[in-house]
């Protein structure tokens, strides 16, 4: 089974600063690899996928980068309406999420 | 539009099992795969397994098997997730997505207690 990584845990960050999620995945992956956003109550939603892809309909202030087993999630310019969980997930065997990441705004 | 409408929250006893749906509409059925996703009451998601609708082949995370199996009725264009041997420790929010995960339902929660 492939185990995903993500760091860190939690994070808090300002308005209007960047922030960085990692991902590590325990073996090659290629760029098989997708990004959700889950706020409170509702489903997750996806932002990325192959490791880069923007979903249309997503702020551009959102990216990801990365292949083999090294991958990142970069949020800019942070808003309020970026409080949320981030989660990465494997798609290249099976699926496997990575445990998330609690994203507050100070 | 494509929509993913899932069946209503469950409470159930210890050792019985479960069966929730997931209807879709908006779309062609047996285009696109059906993931299932465990929640636990503030935890990170599970991928549970999938089933592709035009064949009924399945592909499952190894902890869910033996507990969770996937089926579809093509007729009614929706697919179900039946829960066996249940514990408090299935106690969770089920959702189904689709392919690529771009549709998701709304999530069942389903509750174990005595």
């Known amino acids: 089974d492939i185990r995903m990584t993500q760091t860190p845990a939690s994070l808090s960050a300002s308005l209007g600063e960047s922030v960085t999620i990692t991902c590590r995945a325990s073996q090659d992956i290629g760029k098989s690899l997708l990004w959700f956003q889950q706020k409170t109550g509702k489903p997750p939603k996806i932002l990325i996928y192959?490791?880069?892809n923007l979903v249309s309909g997503i702020s551009p202030r959102f990216s990801g980068s990365g292949s083999g087993t090294q991958f990142s999630l970069k949020i800019s310019s942070l808003k309020p309406e970026d409080t949320a969980n981030y989660y990465c997930c494997q798609g290249y065997s099976l699926y496997t999420f990575g445990a998330g990441t609690k994203l507050e705004l100070k | 539009q494509v929509q993913l409408q899932q069946s209503g929250a469950e409470l159930t006893k210890p050792g019985s099992s479960v069966k929730i749906s997931c209807k879709a509409s908006?779309?062609?059925?047996?285009?696109?795969?059906i993931s299932w996703i465990k929640q636990r009451p503030g935890q990170a998601l599970e991928w549970i397994g999938a089933?592709?609708?035009?064949?009924?082949?399945?592909g499952y995370n190894e902890k869910f098997k033996g507990k969770a199996t996937l089926t579809v009725d093509k007729s009614s264009s929706t697919a179900f997730m039946q829960l066996s041997s249940l514990t408090p420790e299935d106690t969770a929010v089920y959702y189904c997505a689709t392919g690529s995960f771009d549709y998701w339902g709304q999530g069942v929660m389903v509750t174990v207690s005595s």
């Open positions: 089933i592709n609708p035009g064949s009924g082949g399945t």
């Open positions: 192959t490791a880069s």
């Open positions: 908006g779309y062609t059925f047996t285009s696109y795969d």
